[in-house]
């Protein structure tokens, strides 16, 4: 049975004062649901979870159904209210920051305080926090809120990690969309490094940068399917064997001929005559009359399914 009321976290020792949301030192509590009203769309029982002023400062709404939407709210929440923060380190390396060697009133504690500012803000969105428990038993309930993870934090989605990239750095939001479409979201990284390099383009460029990936992707695609296909013949190739009919030896290359044609009996065979000695006239007369004539006995043979299942080597071949 649900219970109404709400019930403190198990915190370990190491954590009593730290905040669940962002392992920041902790000093309230935030209550899901905060409103006693709303236990109905809740999916486990109604929790109270330590978290620093800020967390709990960060408005929620009425409709969040586990502690992991909640998470994933305040989540998103810091990462838009510390997006400039976090900007210093998708522009800048720290390096970078101590070789500028910013001085001056305004500049001097930019370089002093950036890259810590930035420590601050990326360990606070990534924190994890610690498994839930209540009175020693884990809460029953999976989180379902993650769908895209980049670079060790977590995103309700690719649009929302899209969404902190764009606000977190000046890179063109429209680009990074279209070039998403294109890769995928696994090849985020590499849409993203795209994009990093074309930053406050005109939109004629957009396009010329879009068409020319697109084009990319289109012949790795076409050069997978060339490798996947020859992978696949090589493949047939060795698993072909030879066959003796009536002493006359069909020798591999013919039965390969056959199955890449997709003959089936000696019709097929016979309509193809013709490509049969066209293809093989380098090896001689001889040899492409005499391996034709034991591919039409060997297409003969194949008709009669006893012979076929106690001696035909190829039977599982697609000649069948
Ligand atoms: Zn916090």
Redesign the pocket.
């Known amino acids: 049975m649900k219970t109404t009321a709400h019930t403190l976290i198990d915190i370990p020792f190491e954590f009593r004062h730290t ?6 030192p ?1 000093s309230a509590l935030v209550q899901l649901p905060r409103a006693s009203a709303n236990t109905q769309c809740l999916e486990h029982a109604p929790l109270t979870i330590p ?6 400062a960060i408005k929620l709404s009425k409709h969040l159904r586990s502690v992991w939407a909640l998470r994933a709210h ?1 989540n998103q929440a ?1 990462i838009t209210k510390y997006a400039k923060h976090l900007g210093i380190g998708e522009s800048w390396t720290e390096q970078e920051l101590i070789d500028c060697d910013f001085s001056g009133a305004i500049l001097g504690g930019f370089g002093d305080s950036a890259w810590k500012m930035y420590e601050i803000a990326k360990q ?1 969105i990534s ?1 994890q926090g610690w498994s839930i428990s209540l009175e020693g038993v884990p809460l029953d309930s999976i989180d379902d809120t993650v769908h895209f993870t980049f670079e060790g934090i977590d995103y309700t989605s690719i649009h929302h990690c899209i969404d902190y990239f764009a606000t977190a750095t000046d890179i063109d939001k429209e680009l990074l969309v279209e070039l998403v479409n294109i890769l995928s979201a696994e090849r985020f990284d590499y849409a993203l490094k795209i994009a990093k390099l074309n930053k406050r383009i005109s939109p004629y460029r957009r396009d010329q940068i879009v068409e020319e990936v697109r084009l990319q992707e289109a012949e790795q695609q076409e050069a997978l399917h060339i490798r996947e296909m020859d992978a696949l013949q090589n493949r047939t190739h060795s698993l072909v064997s030879e066959v003796t009919i009536s002493g006359v030896v069909v020798p591999v290359f013919a039965i390969q001929w056959a199955i890449e044609k997709g003959i089936k009996n000696l019709n097929d065979l016979r309509d193809l005559e013709d490509d049969y000695f066209d293809d093989f006239a380098h090896l001689g007369g001889a040899v492409a009359f005499q391996s034709y004539d034991g591919l039409q006995s060997y297409m003969t043979a194949r008709t009669d399914l006893t012979w076929v299942n106690s001696n035909d080597p190829n039977r599982d071949l697609c000649t069948g």
Do not use: V
């Open positions: 905040c669940w949301f962002c392992g920041e902790s978290a620093c002023k800020e967390c709990h305040i810091l606070r924190y």
